[in-house]
Each structure stands twice: as structure tokens, then as C-alpha cells.
């Protein structure tokens, strides 16, 4: 396609209003909503896989707007009522879809690659770890976007009606909804009572990825193969629609797109598992000593290292050889819902944690500490505050001899500790120190095991 046809099609189509709505729309999505995007390491300015994943997360409404468009670009040579005379000339039909569909396709992806680099810009100075991973992200969900415009275009052709184009957007809106809430979930029970959905194979059909929960989360290599045959399965059914003169060839238009989502099927994996996966390369470790962030979180480790060597002093001075010995950022992948993994031997931290972020210096120590004695058992992806934090509180004073709340406590929140936690420190140092020893290593059981109320330990009832 040369510029001057270009230049033509761009200003007969509705290919540049496609790619200004997909943009814009987004855009205005991720600065006027607060949502998830902009809060704690997943935000989307903050690492380039979580970039990736929330702006490809936009697909559940941008991809349904393309298909719509789409639509609205099948039905102009109907409007125009040029149909008879273009099939009367020379040009052939393949030629005059080509530049259609090349030209929404072009559109399409600049404007999906605007705003990635939107997020590039703004990524780029605030982490020290920079890697390639999360492109096969953002190339898939721009052929998407393509596909899907494609697949419009086609389907507009073949049913020219002013019905067309916002049937396919419905449509296509909830299958995404779908995917994404019913349909594309699997519901597993949980031994803590509780059950939790996780994304099966067929939500994977959907352009759209679920939320970012962790930093170092990302799609597997065989979802990424599985997308761009579905991908490239619509892409091929909705160009054959373009050119399809009869209704026999419209039928078999549809092969492509059959066949796509069934190869699609049988290459995505079927185990959650082999959805989301860690990234190897991200959760690497890096260390000063005892104390260990992972790679994506590497400019981190100057401020932890100090406080992190002090904590495991202070945690050994009090608990002997039952001290925790090492420092380590978690890099555990747990589905939500499901109760916390702790280790006796490390002191594992989460950057999403407020007493561990909020904090630096002796206030870091104490969080640490409070970490090392309680790491808290709320199920993961949920939140609360309680029992486990009176327990942190009362138990880093015990080690440090003076009690006062976390400094990353919530301002409203930290007289309801005092209230509730000083007495109970008071208590426990009061007893003679076997008892003390006794009813911390009770604690300390209670809060790694998640099996029991350390708080209520503390206090000198029986762990439940």
C-alpha cells in the first residue's frame, strides 16, 4: 500500500476515528478511574509487565469498540451504494480488502502502541529492571485489537445492516464480561472454608487478561501461542468475509475462525498453574548478606539491607536459634483466597505491605520484627485488620522493650492498636520470662502455621 492510498483511505474511512476512540478511551479510563492500576508494585507505572498487563486488561471494552468499528467500516461501500459497480471493475476484490482492512489495522496498532508507550515513559525512570518479557503481551493485544476490527469489517459486509455494528459490539462486550466473570472461571475450594475462581482455558478466548495481583506474574509462552492462533483465526475469517461474494463463500469464511479457536484450544494449557507463571528472570534474588530482594524490586535493597541485618539481630538476641536467619523478599504465587505460606527460618516481606513500605530506618526494624514474630494470615488477595496486627505490635515490643504502634499503621487505626495491644504487652512482660518465652513460641506457632489466634495466644487464651 503506497502513502497516497493511504492518505486516501484515511480520510474516507472511520479508521482514524477508530484509532483516536481506542486511544482516547483508554486513556481517559486509566487517569480518571482510581482503580487497582495505580496502587502499590503492580501499578502500571511502576514495573513493564504490569504496564503490559493492565493496559492489555483495557481489551475487556477497547476490543468490542474495534469490532464495532469495524462494523461501521463493512457497511460503506453498502451506504455508498457502490457495491454492483466495484465488483464490476478491474481491481480485484482481495486488493480493495487489503486496503481496508490494512489501513484499520494500521490505525489500530499505532494507537494501542501510543498508549503503551504512555506507560514505557512513565515505567522507564521508576524501576532499575528493565526487560523484553512483557512485549509478547502487548503484541498480542494489539493483534487483537486488529482481529477484531477485521472480523467487523467482514461481518458488516456480509449482514449490511445499521443493526450490525452495535450487535457486534454488544456481542462482543459480553463475551468479554463473560470470560471474565462466569464463564471463563473456574471455582475451587479453598481448605480454609472458603472457595476461590481462577481463569480456565476458555477465558483465554477473551482479548482481555485478568487483574494484576502480582509483580512478578506473567503469561505463559503457550498462551501467547494459543491468543495469536485464535487471533489470527478472526483476522482470517473476517478478510474472507471482505472479498466472500456469495453465501456459499460466506459459509466457508468461517472456517478459519472455527479452526482458529479450536487449535487455540487444544495449545492453551488447561491448568491454571500454566496460565499465570512466575517470572524466573524477575523473582531472581538479589542480596546484600542475609537480606534478599528480587531483581524487580533490586533499588529497593539499599534502604532494606541496614534494618533487615538489625531485625535478624534483635529476632535472635530474643528467640535464640528459633530466630528466622535470612531476609527475603516473598515470590510465592498462591491463588486468592487460599491461606499464606510461612517459613520458621526466613523472614519473608511483601512490598504491598504499608508497615514494610511506608517505613525506613529503626521504624523499618520494628516492621521487620513484627513481620519475623507474626507475618499475618489474612487469605491472600483479601484484606482486614485485627487480631494479627495487635499481635505484631504487642510482640515487636516485646522484643525491643518499648511498645508503640507500627509506623505504617493507618493514622485512624493506630489508637485502636494502643487501646487494644498495650495492655497485652503490659501482661506479657510482667510475667516471669519462661512464661513470656512460653506464650511468644506459642504465638510464634499459632502465626506460622495460620492455624490459630496469635493474639489471643498472647493474652493467655488457647490458640484455636
Request: hydrophobic share 50%.
Amino acid at each position: 500500500m503506497n502513502t497516497g492510498v493511504l492518505r486516501i483511505e484515511l480520510k474516507r474511512s472511520v479508521a482514524p476515528w477508530a484509532g483516536a476512540l481506542v486511544l482516547t478511551t483508554a486513556l481517559a479510563f486509566l487517569y480518571l478511574v482510581i482503580g487497582s492500576w495505580w496502587q502499590g508494585t503492580t501499578a502500571w507505572t511502576a514495573q513493564w509487565t504490569s504496564m503490559a498487563l493492565v493496559t492489555r486488561s483495557m481489551l475487556f471494552y477497547l476490543w468490542p469498540l474495534a469490532v464495532g468499528l469495524g462494523a461501521l467500516q463493512g457497511l460503506r461501500d453498502h451506504r455508498s451504494k457502490m457495491s454492483e459497480l466495484l465488483t464490476s471493475t478491474p481491481r480485484p476484490p482481495w486488493h480493495r480488502a487489503a486496503t481496508s482492512a490494512g489501513t484499520t489495522a494500521i490505525t489500530l496498532s499505532s494507537a494501542f502502541a501510543l498508549l503503551v508507550l504512555v506507560g514505557a515513559v512513565q515505567v522507564l525512570p521508576s524501576t532499575e529492571y528493565t526487560h523484553l518479557g512483557w512485549l509478547p503481551i502487548s503484541l498480542v493485544g494489539a493483534l487483537f485489537l486488529v482481529a477484531g476490527a477485521v472480523l467487523g469489517m467482514g461481518a458488516g459486509r456480509a449482514l449490511p445492516s445499521v443493526l450490525t455494528p452495535p450487535a457486534l459490539a454488544m456481542t462482543a462486550f459480553v463475551f468479554t464480561a463473560l470470560m471474565q466473570m462466569s464463564l471463563g472461571r473456574t471455582e475451587t475450594p479453598m481448605a480454609s472454608g472458603f472457595s476461590t475462581t481462577e481463569p480456565n482455558r476458555v477465558s483465554l478466548l477473551s482479548p482481555a487478561v485478568e487483574e494484576v495481583r502480582n509483580v512478578f506474574v506473567t503469561l505463559s509462552a503457550s498462551v501467547h501461542v494459543g491468543q495469536t492462533i485464535w487471533a489470527l483465526g478472526m483476522a482470517g475469517t473476517g478478510f474472507a468475509l471482505l472479498v466472500a461474494a456469495t453465501w456459499r463463500a460466506r459459509l466457508t469464511a468461517l472456517t478459519p475462525v472455527l479452526a482458529g479457536a479450536v487449535i487455540a484450544l487444544l495449545v492453551l494449557p488447561s491448568d491454571p498453574d500454566r496460565i499465570y507463571v512466575v517470572d524466573k528472570a524477575a523473582a531472581k534474588l538479589v542480596c546484600e548478606g542475609p537480606v534478599c530482594v528480587t531483581k524487580t524490586h533490586q533499588d529497593r535493597l539499599a534502604g532494606l539491607a541496614g534494618p533487615g541485618k538489625e531485625a535478624l539481630r534483635l529476632l535472635h538476641g530474643a528467640l535464640g536459634g528459633r530466630a528466622p536467619v535470612a531476609v527475603r523478599e516473598n515470590t510465592a504465587l498462591l491463588p486468592n483466597g487460599s491461606t499464606p505460606q510461612w517459613s520458621r527460618e526466613t523472614l519473608l516481606l511483601d512490598f504491598d505491605d504499608d508497615i514494610v513500605t511506608a517505613t525506613k530506618g529503626d521504624d523499618l526494624t520494628r516492621a521487620l520484627i513484627a513481620e519475623g514474630m507474626v507475618p499475618g494470615c489474612t487469605p491472600v488477595g483479601w484484606s482486614g485488620f485485627g487480631g494479627d496486627e495487635y499481635a505484631q505490635a504487642v510482640a515487636a515490643g516485646w522484643v525491643l522493650g518499648d511498645f508503640e504502634p507500627l509506623a505504617g499503621t493507618p493514622a485512624g487505626l493506630r489508637g485502636e492498636v494502643d487501646t487494644e495491644a498495650r495492655p497485652v504487652w503490659k501482661k506479657l512482660t510482667s510475667l516471669p520470662r519462661a512464661e513470656q518465652l512460653s506464650r511468644i513460641n506459642a504465638m510464634r506457632a499459632a502465626a506460622l502455621s495460620c492455624k490459630g489466634d496469635p493474639f489471643e495466644v498472647l493474652s493467655g487464651g488457647a490458640s484455636r
